[in-house]
């Protein structure tokens, strides 16, 4: 037996869609991103947060990605910069109120506001580019 | 004497029609001693029966000309099945599950069970009181047009039927000039006897039966019978058995779409709705002509579940997707060799005390007109100790989707009939806001219309029902996606 997250019916193993509501009762499995950064490309498990910055406070529940360790252009990058995080099956971006900001394909976005991200995104975290990556699986 | 070639030459070295050569000798050297004269039980008759065998079958040239003689002119009449099943495996301790099972059928048949035969068709149109005026003109003016679909070597019967059948014409040329007056005479008055109207088709049909001429009924009507529907039912087992397909086309909204569904779906026909405006000629010949098919045999099917399972539902999705009702025998269609057809098959097993089958469920297909079935056997699904559910296939989640929708706004209009409106509005807002997400907006623009109705005067609009269940029903038909507004 297994239970609908949308109606909490009980429905038998094997049920595809709920006959209650019609509310998916299987677990698609998340897109993958990848984080190309200079001439390196970083996957992370997408399942976690990402917090990026140049020593970002590790969080239950996310992962950290330093950026200390990649160029000397995280200069003005903030300690906890923002965050990449993934919802019903698309990654978002949220900046932690960060002291230089953080910029979407050339726009700046507003601080605590989650932006949707896609494929070949630019995201730049005061002077520092990070190129985005997602495939559906 | 029997004719030699009449003999299952693979049976009696004992290999499938598919053996190798090298499989060929060896059955064939083993057959030798097991059947020489010089041994004890063996016989003269079987020596050269194996012998003979052995010569027709090792020759590829003699070979490729018997396995011709054995099906007919046709060495291609064999049916593929092409199963997908989900889940594939069970975790242990799983005592209950449903399966769903998406069967594909494939096969290359240009022989054909028709010749120049042409078909035979009988029209019934139902001349009840309510018929009267613009819904009696639609469907006359249709059948003109389908006359205009059918060709002179075709037989075409006209029975209207009211309280009791009336017979226009019988068995006729459907080209003929005269008959397009007769038709124009028809008038509307009295009930709906539809188990009547059917048995009078039957017989006339079943009097003018000819081999290789395939028959059809379409039935045109607006409104329910009453009392007699398990007749209709029983008339409907009779068509099935003898190869007659019935084709319902329900006008307005009163109609029994269950039962039609029930009938059509017994015989390989279909149930469609025609809103006045979808009555025009152009309309009707399509549905003619996907319905009907001059060179082009039956596709049967015979589904066996082990005493584990129980079949739930079947959806056929191609030809003329509807739900079909479960027989040990049933007609999917008809079949080409081109043309594919597909169903879903929805099961529950139960593996609770001792289950000994590894079977789930034995498939067999076959063609009219062709010797062998094909037969698979679809397994019990695996035990397997990873608890975690796999994603479906994309095909069966795609079809789930819309089969679940179906059976949601199918309750959600029972419930609101019943008198339950608040229940039955929130499932069907549940399914138009599905609907949106899933892409098929007219049909959420549809079902949106229907609720706001509901909210203003508690019932559907005139078509309201029938608009939503085709519309939902709809979206199994494999090449017309929706765009997306």
Same mark, same amino acid.
């Given at each position: 037996?297994?239970?609908?997250?949308?109606?909490?019916?009980?429905?038998?193993?094997?049920?595809?869609?709920?006959?209650?509501?019609?509310?998916? =009762?299987?677990?698609?499995?998340?897109?993958?991103?990848?984080? #190309?950064? @200079? %001439? +390196?490309? $970083?996957?992370?498990?997408?399942? =976690?947060?990402?917090?990026?910055?140049?020593?970002?406070?590790? #969080?239950? @529940? %996310? +992962?950290? $990605?330093?950026?200390?360790?990649?160029?000397?252009?995280?200069?003005?990058?903030?300690?906890?910069?923002?965050?990449?995080?993934?919802?019903?099956?698309?990654?978002?971006?949220?900046?932690?109120?960060?002291?230089?900001?953080?910029?979407?394909?050339?726009?700046?976005?507003?601080?605590?506001?989650?932006?949707?991200?896609?494929?070949?995104?630019?995201?730049?975290?005061?002077?520092?580019?990070?190129?985005?990556?997602?495939?559906?699986? | 004497?029997?004719?030699?070639?009449?003999?299952?030459?693979?049976?009696?070295?004992?290999?499938?029609?598919?053996?190798?050569?090298?499989?060929?000798?060896?059955?064939?050297?083993?057959?030798?001693?097991?059947?020489?004269?010089?041994?004890?039980?063996?016989?003269?008759?079987?020596?050269?029966?194996?012998?003979?065998?052995?010569?027709?079958?090792?020759?590829?040239?003699?070979?490729?000309?018997?396995?011709?003689?054995?099906?007919?002119?046709?060495?291609?009449?064999?049916?593929?099945?092409?199963?997908?099943?989900?889940?594939?495996?069970?975790?242990?301790?799983?005592?209950?599950?449903?399966?769903?099972?998406?069967?594909?059928?494939?096969?290359?048949?240009?022989?054909?069970?028709?010749?120049?035969?042409?078909?035979?068709?009988?029209?019934?149109?139902?001349?009840?009181?309510?018929?009267?005026?613009?819904?009696?003109?639609?469907?006359?003016?249709?059948?003109?047009?389908?006359?205009?679909?059918?060709?002179?070597?075709?037989?075409?019967?006209?029975?209207?039927?009211?309280?009791?059948?009336?017979?226009?014409?019988?068995?006729?040329?459907?080209?003929?000039?005269?008959?397009?007056?007769?038709?124009?005479?028809?008038?509307?008055?009295?009930?709906?006897?539809?188990?009547?109207?059917?048995?009078?088709?039957?017989?006339?049909?079943?009097?003018?039966?000819?081999?290789?001429?395939?028959?059809?009924?379409?039935?045109?009507?607006?409104?329910?019978?009453?009392?007699?529907?398990?007749?209709?039912?029983?008339?409907?087992?009779?068509?099935?058995?003898?190869?007659?397909?019935?084709?319902?086309?329900?006008?307005?909204?009163?109609?029994?779409?269950?039962?039609?569904?029930?009938?059509?779906?017994?015989?390989?026909?279909?149930?469609?709705?025609?809103?006045?405006?979808?009555?025009?000629?152009?309309?009707?010949?399509?549905?003619?002509?996907?319905?009907?098919?001059?060179?082009?045999?039956?596709?049967?099917?015979?589904?066996?579940?082990?005493?584990?399972?129980?079949?739930?539902?079947?959806?056929?999705?191609?030809?003329?997707?509807?739900?079909?009702?479960?027989?040990?025998?049933?007609?999917?269609?008809?079949?080409?060799?081109?043309?594919?057809?597909?169903?879903?098959?929805?099961?529950?097993?139960?593996?609770?005390?001792?289950?000994?089958?590894?079977?789930?469920?034995?498939?067999?297909?076959?063609?009219?007109?062709?010797?062998?079935?094909?037969?698979?056997?679809?397994?019990?699904?695996?035990?397997?100790?990873?608890?975690?559910?796999?994603?479906?296939?994309?095909?069966?989640?795609?079809?789930?989707?819309?089969?679940?929708?179906?059976?949601?706004?199918?309750?959600?209009?029972?419930?609101?009939?019943?008198?339950?409106?608040?229940?039955?509005?929130?499932?069907?807002?549940?399914?138009?806001?599905?609907?949106?997400?899933?892409?098929?907006?007219?049909?959420?623009?549809?079902?949106?219309?229907?609720?706001?109705?509901?909210?203003?005067?508690?019932?559907?609009?005139?078509?309201?029902?029938?608009?939503?269940?085709?519309?939902?029903?709809?979206?199994?038909?494999?090449?017309?996606?929706?765009?997306?507004?």
């Amino acid at each position: 037996m297994k239970v609908c997250p949308y109606c909490a019916t009980e429905a038998l193993f094997g049920s595809i869609y709920c006959e209650q509501c019609g509310e998916a =009762l299987f677990q698609s499995s998340p897109p993958e991103i990848f984080l #190309v950064i @200079g %001439s +390196q490309t $970083i996957t992370p498990n997408p399942s =976690l947060s990402i917090l990026l910055g140049r020593d970002p406070t590790p #969080v239950s @529940g %996310s +992962q950290v $990605i330093s950026l200390e360790n990649y160029s000397q252009e995280e200069m003005g990058v903030s300690r906890n910069h923002a965050i990449i995080f993934l919802s019903d099956s698309k990654f978002f971006i949220k900046d932690t109120s960060s002291t230089n900001g953080t910029w979407l394909n050339m726009n700046k976005i507003k601080p605590q506001e989650a932006v949707e991200i896609h494929d070949n995104d630019r995201i730049r975290l005061a002077n520092f580019e990070i190129l985005v990556n997602i495939r559906k699986r | 004497m029997t004719d030699p070639s009449r003999k299952d030459l693979y049976s009696i070295l004992g290999i499938s029609p598919t053996a190798s050569l090298q499989e060929i000798k060896s059955a064939f050297r083993k057959a030798l001693k097991e059947n020489h004269p010089d041994v004890a039980n063996g016989s003269t008759t079987r020596f050269f029966d194996i012998r003979d065998a052995y010569v027709t079958l090792s020759k590829e040239k003699t070979r490729e000309e018997y396995d011709r003689s054995i099906h007919g002119q046709n060495d291609l009449g064999l049916i593929q099945i092409l199963p997908t099943i989900y889940p594939e495996e069970i975790p242990f301790g799983i005592d209950r599950a449903r399966i769903s099972l998406h069967l594909k059928f494939t096969g290359a048949t240009e022989k054909s069970t028709s010749s120049g035969q042409g078909i035979e068709l009988v029209i019934l149109i139902d001349t009840s009181t309510s018929m009267a005026g613009t819904k009696l003109d639609a469907v006359k003016s249709a059948c003109q047009a389908l006359r205009g679909g059918l060709h002179p070597a075709d037989k075409l019967t006209i029975i209207g039927f009211n309280d009791f059948p009336n017979i226009l014409f019988e068995n006729q040329d459907p080209t003929l000039p005269g008959l397009g007056n007769k038709i124009q005479t028809v008038q509307a008055k009295g009930g709906t006897e539809l188990s009547k109207a059917l048995d009078m088709a039957g017989q006339r049909l079943a009097a003018h039966h000819r081999k290789d001429r395939p028959q059809y009924i379409f039935l045109f009507t607006d409104g329910k019978t009453y009392g007699d529907e398990n007749a209709c039912l029983q008339f409907a087992a009779q068509a099935a058995e003898n190869i007659v397909a019935v084709h319902c086309f329900g006008i307005g909204p009163e109609w029994n779409e269950t039962l039609l569904e029930e009938i059509s779906g017994r015989t390989g026909g279909s149930t469609n709705f025609l809103s006045q405006k979808q009555l025009t000629a152009k309309e009707i010949l399509r549905y003619l002509h996907s319905a009907i098919t001059r060179k082009v045999p039956d596709l049967y099917l015979s589904l066996t579940p082990s005493p584990e399972s129980q079949i739930l539902s079947i959806y056929r999705l191609n030809p003329s997707p509807q739900q079909i009702p479960y027989y040990p025998k049933m007609v999917i269609g008809r079949f080409s060799g081109e043309r594919q057809a597909s169903i879903l098959v929805e099961l529950e097993l139960n593996l609770q005390g001792n289950f000994t089958s590894k079977s789930l469920l034995t498939v067999s297909s076959w063609i009219s007109g062709m010797p062998s079935a094909h037969t698979i056997d679809i397994p019990v699904p695996a035990s397997s100790s990873n608890s975690e559910e796999k994603i479906p296939d994309e095909t069966i989640r795609d079809v789930t989707q819309k089969v679940v929708l179906i059976r949601m706004q199918q309750k959600a209009r029972k419930l609101i009939n019943k008198g339950s409106l608040v229940e039955g509005k929130k499932l069907l807002n549940r399914v138009a806001e599905l609907s949106r997400q899933y892409g098929h907006v007219s049909l959420a623009q549809t079902i949106v219309l229907e609720l706001n109705e509901l909210d203003a005067s508690k019932h559907f609009s005139d078509e309201g029902e029938k608009k939503i269940h085709f519309g939902t029903r709809a979206l199994l038909l494999p090449d017309e996606k929706e765009q997306k507004s």
